[in-house]
């Protein structure tokens, strides 16, 4: 479990600081079961919503949006640049960057292997997605520069001028029909706000297969 602190892109590391009231915070939850990796991580706020600024907010449901739209691209023929064109598009409108600096991956029984998942616009062909593809799509926007900044530590990544980051991640499977994630939400799973208030999709996302939408519509019902 990797813990993601307000200015930290990535791999953060837990320490005794105790937390305060409008900190953004990514929990990246990572597993190994029979043979097989899993990878995903989501956002939480010290204090809850009303303890957070506007701009604080606007960064989340951002990251989130272009998250989700990026998903929805994901189905078998659909070139893997797609994901980073519409990621890039969607947050510089608004503001924000995005980290190029890592990206997402394939995953299975290696937990990083290809094909690596880009972030931001790739001109050339990346190749075409197909059924049974698994790999994880995990944008990390900034609401300044989204140069990493490396701690001696050798692993924690954090924004070069303390400005805040946010993260969403699923691993996704490619369906002959669409996409599932493989990584998604449990019956006592709560709807959060970014979720209920998305100009993208509302309410939780599971993916767009038949499977998919038949659980996500399940789960948005209670």
């Not at 953060?12 to 953004?24: F, S, Y």
């Not at 954090?158 to 991640?169: I, K, L, M, N, Y």
């Not at 970014?194 to 993916?207: A, C, D, R, V």
Request: proline share 4%; net charge negative; with cysteine.
């Amino acid at each position: 479990m990797i813990h993601k602190l307000t200015e930290v892109i990535c791999h953060g590391i837990p320490d005794m600081r105790k937390l305060k009231a409008g900190e953004i915070i990514n929990i990246d939850i990572t597993v190994y079961l029979d043979g097989y990796h899993g990878d995903c991580s989501e956002m939480f706020v010290v204090g809850g919503r009303d303890a957070l600024d506007k701009k604080g907010q606007e960064l989340i449901q951002t990251t989130y949006d272009c998250w989700v739209q990026s998903m929805l691209l994901v189905r078998p023929g659909n070139d893997f640049n797609v994901i980073g064109n519409s990621i890039q598009e969607y947050v510089t409108s608004r503001g924000f960057s995005t980290v190029r600096s890592f990206c997402g991956h394939g995953i299975g029984d290696v937990f990083h292997c290809s094909p690596n998942i880009f972030h931001y616009t790739i001109t050339q062909s990346l190749g075409k997605m197909k059924a049974g593809n698994v790999f994880t799509i995990e944008p990390m926007i900034c609401e300044k520069l989204p140069d990493p900044y490396m701690w001696e530590d050798n692993w924690t990544a954090t924004t070069v001028d303390g400005g805040r980051s946010a993260q969403f991640e699923h691993t996704l499977l490619v369906t002959p029909d669409g996409v599932e994630a493989l990584t998604g939400k449990l019956d006592s799973s709560p709807i959060q706000w970014w979720e209920e208030e998305s100009t993208i999709k509302q309410g939780i996302f599971l993916g767009t297969s038949e499977s998919a939408k038949a659980r996500e519509d399940e789960l948005n019902q209670k």
